[in-house]
């Protein structure tokens, strides 16, 4: 038996061809299920027509079935005339029959009686007593739907090996099919390693995290139609890692563990699956994330040991365990659906290395754009935004920015037109919530000088900003030509009105001597957020005039370096008492049954990319501002818009 | 209230916003899931982080946690050393610290011991008794996740109206989230209607045909994550009708009846609706098919009365029920998903009607050509094939050959980059299996002729084709010619033994003089298939060696005009018994356990479209009869591979 092959690591596109070397990835077995329940699986046998479709000779339109000869010359000038003989309705199993010179009046699908031979529409005929006149003539078989002319009985309607979709399940439940045999669910055992993974709910002590990837997994197995399980996390012990990894084996066709592979042989994991039978079969794929991998097999059993870390689980699953899991369903080996897009940035290869780089998609010039994402990748707060990795190949060192390469996208991750990056508003929010493209749009709130710089990158088709330049006293045109931001114009919106927010109980604030003087504790906004920059300049204004240092003042605030991202997450903090006063707009005030006092008013616009303003959901935003400006009225509390709302503005 | 709109038709842009001019598609409610369960689902409320993110400051790599300022200086040739004072593994919860010049080692994702602000990757550095020589400095923050610096306590990390992907459920359990607030499905109770309606499982009598199209509401409601529920058919008998569509309106959100809607105002479904509170808001659309579509309201409750032709009722769930699924489930109000495709044939258009074309999608030049499917609406067979609709909007009269139209995507369809359309093959179905793209390939099984026309027409990549050309004995090559096929070749198959078939209690059968004195019941091929070319070939050599009249011989042979469409079907109904012997493959006999007298080899080949050569799927099947053609076996009983197999015959 092969044993050696994992002491080199393989090349990604040797994975599943190594695991088929030793057992092939053939369904599991079978299960019978009522076609509707069996929508998605994949027939495990022909299915042949117990019947003749349509099962009757019927009509297609309502009007009279007649015998076509008994019509031949007829025009409309020269109509001529048969006698009606009776009606036949649909669903009507009576046999009716007709003679020369007749017809029968019938509704769509009603029998069509013997042997008549075409259906004349009721427009082109006038009833009138016991004859019916016909305007035109009719060829044989029009409008007629004969039997077993669709399908005949004994036919191979759907062909093993077909996934079931909502028209093959109607099409079989039409030929009175009830039941298929479909391959059973692949049964996957997901397994969690390390000391330091505790399962939500339980507490967390410093050096701890709740387990992530597990709800990863069994998200993914699930929608593609598997049954996953989750165990309890092992701990960094051999005997617990064999203990839950066995009874996992036992209970399932597939095991997923997660973590622990990276530490090379001493690892646990590794340990634990060296010890099956036939054992480990590959370890290490020369790829970047998912370079751990391991793939053992114990008698038929699949164990897939995933990295720990997010990006890497994540790209593990979608290009190793999924097929996998589909294949054994009978899904035909289907490649993780690409596209092709243009890089915006730079990107470097490694020799030898396939190397995956996350990205979110954008539109740009009418073609896919990729741009990567920020960061390493422990980063949860940035998994919800991988469209899909783009791959540099083993022999590229280097993908110069504007190049183009293929990108694998995250399988039931929704596909974006319109990106809009910036600052959090909830007019905004509702407004994009309103139009008919809402679905199209992603909204991501990062603040203000994010959203700025996503523009600028080609990122984001919009930002939603409220800086205030100090210098100047103006909002966000200054910061946009400060970043050369370049191809983009402004938007006005609206002005929001901002304040101190507090618990009712700790009383009316109204200025930041108040707060360092009660003692109370701040809650801040980050850096490059609009209210950051205004507490900054009312901390700055408070100390000029108390003639003493901002620093001071900062230092003596408390809280000043506590900060967030979103005026909901003050209001929430404030409401929940952990902290007693913040900055933040009015309307989360109003949410959380805060206190407010009025300190200014910022302005909210749109920064917007030209070409951007083609697509049809930036073009209905816009509108949807103007339509505002008309009404005079935001509809939401402590929102002012005025007559340049929607304007257009060129930087 | 607004009661009289539907006395005239409306636009089908109008249906949904007169819907919601009486009652807003807003979510309906609210249930708490776990975080795993509620994929798929939309936030009902913002979700905010219970926790800093990371919860500790950890390290990005195996390596030594230092003091980055007890490295300054440092390079490979100029290293320094550090005490070593202590190891941290991951999930140690102990608290350790440094002093100055000493470090601490630490795995990937431990605790960075305090006050030390970065890790020294393991490579750069030489652990020998109590010290650790490093040959490199480190900047400040390097390889460390500092606590709090992905997402801040209170934060909003998943915003309301977010639909739950497996990697926002992964962040979400990553910051210790266990369950959230999602909107629950809609309930959605399907009423069929109609005398003709029979349920898969009861008797059929001449006049009746069973229901199809609740199964296929049922599961494209079940895709878009509601509860949907069958309910017994309603005769037409108006009491009957407002039993089921009451007892269904008060046990579910949303009601579909089907069928039942084209009559007029004196149709039953309409009369029940009419009897609602406020009642039918409107009937009829201005679209072909799907014009009798009627909305009515109960209250809140929406009843959809949709159109009983199976095409007609998939385009109406498509268009309007679905979305007002999604909607009232919190999903933004997202078009079906549409591309741009060339059409493949000229389309009419109705003046003020928006017409839909059910068609087949296939990729040409680069392009998406969009295939109109033949034959009425009432076909069942060509439903699965419907990959979209091309839209003909009301005011084009005409599109010719070649032009751009919308196509509205049949959801949960998959995508196919091959169309593979004609004569069924066991062996090339195993081929299509084999190879990596086989998800991308869709095979079509109507014959050869047939699918010769698919391969003229476009929509084809490749036809199976084996039909014998009498006069010259010749197989293929003179059809190809004969319809005028260009910018095709002929890539060579292999040859299949074909025979007559029989149960063996009938007892071998070696020729149509037999079949015919024996009285035996025959099965035979659809005109167009290479076997029923053979068929008559042979009746009429009979003929000619009896000095009879073919047609006085096929008019002895039982079931001569008893015709179906596959080998398959030929064997099923052999070994059932529905007849005694007909002509099929070899592989089939064996499959069925029949007998088999060989009749003539007949030649396989495969007409490929030039440019669908490049298509890798392509490649790859021609690559695979190269393999079988070296290999000199075919693996299948029955078939005969040469030096020929897999050659490419340019015509």
Redesign the interface.
Known sequence: MQRKIYRSLVGVDEVLPIIESYRPLVPLGVVELP??EA??RVLAE?V?SP?N????T?A?V?GYAVRSDDLVGVYEDRPRKLRLVGKV???????VTIGRGECVEV?????VPYPADAVVPVEYTHQEGGEVTFYRSVARGENV?AAGS??????????K?T?L??????????????TVKVYRPVRLGIVPT????RQ??EP?????????????V???A??AGAEPK?YPRA??ELGEVEEVLHRALDENDVVATIGGT??GPEDLVYRALSRLDPGIILHGVREKPGRPLAVALHGEKIVFSLP?F?MSC?LTVNLYLLPVILRLQG?????LPRRRAVIATPLRGEAGIRVFVPVILAERGGRQAAFPLPG?S????L??L?DGFAVIPENLEYAPEGSELEVVL?P???AYRVNIIGS?DPLL?SIV?SI??????R?V?VGSLAGLQAVKSGVADIAGTHLLDPETGEYNVPYVKRLGIRDAVLVKGYKREQGFVYRKEVGPVSSFAEVIEGGYRF?NRNPGSGTRVLVDHLLEEEARGKGVDAAELKERLKGYSF????H??VA??VS?G?ADVGVAVRYVAERYGLGFTYLASEEYDLLVRKESLEKSAVKRIIEALRELSRRGDAGLKGYIVGPETGSIIEL
């Open positions: 076609v509707s929508v998605g022909n042949f019947l479709y349509p099962p009757y019927r297609l309502d309705s649909t669903g009507e199993t009576r046999l509704s769509t699908g009603a029998v739907d669709d399908v005949a009985e004994g036919e191979v309607v759907a062909w090996g996934q979709t909502p028209t093959l399940a109607a099409t079989l439940a039409a030929l009175g099919v009830r390390g000391n330091e993974l939500p709910g967390l002590e410093y050096g701890q995290v709740y387990d992530s990837n597990s709800t990863m069994y998200a993914y699930k929608l989750v701990r960094d990276s530490a720990g997010p994540l899904v035909s080996p289907q490649q390493h422990g980063r949860v707060s998994m919800v991988v995250n039931f991750q929704r959090h929010q919530a008919p493209e809402a679905g199209e749009v909204v709130n809650v900060e967030v991202k979103t909901e997450a929430y903090l929940r952990v």
